[in-house]
């Protein structure tokens, strides 16, 4: 896990501090303005920091990262899965044919 923040950023030392409560290792990258621009917007379409990158996980903005570092891994993790399950649950209430839906429903 990865954490790109400003050295002077007060959002960043919010994250830094939860990352150090929680004991969760990590790697922290300081960026200064104007240092890694391309890479920051790879991760982060606004170029800001912090960034939290965890494997192919990439987050940004404090608030994102801090709910996330407080427990929030599996329900993020799981977003993308859950996310089909419930495209799946709408399309199948759109359905028009009723008497398919009602032989599943029983």
């Given amino acids: 896990m990865k954490i790109y923040s ?11 501090i939860v990352l150090h409560e929680k004991t969760i290792e990590h790697e ?3 960026v200064k ?3 890694m621009v391309e890479r920051m917007a790879e991760l982060n379409p606004y170029g800001e920091t ?13 608030t994102l990262i ?5 427990g ?3 329900v993020l ?5 859950a996310g089909g399950i419930v495209m799946a649950l ?3 209430e759109k359905r028009k044919d009723s008497a398919e839906k009602k032989k599943w429903n029983k």
């Fill in 6 to 16: 400003g050295p002077l950023c007060i959002y960043g030392h919010a994250c830094r």
């Fill in 28 to 30: 922290t990258v300081y």
């Fill in 33 to 35: 303005p104007g240092e």
């Fill in 50 to 62: 912090p960034i939290l990158q965890d494997r192919d996980l990439v987050l940004y903005g404090p």
């Fill in 66 to 70: 801090n709910e996330y570092l407080d």
């Fill in 72 to 74: 929030g891994f599996e």
């Fill in 77 to 81: 993790r799981d977003f993308q899965t």
């Fill in 90 to 92: 709408g399309k199948w």
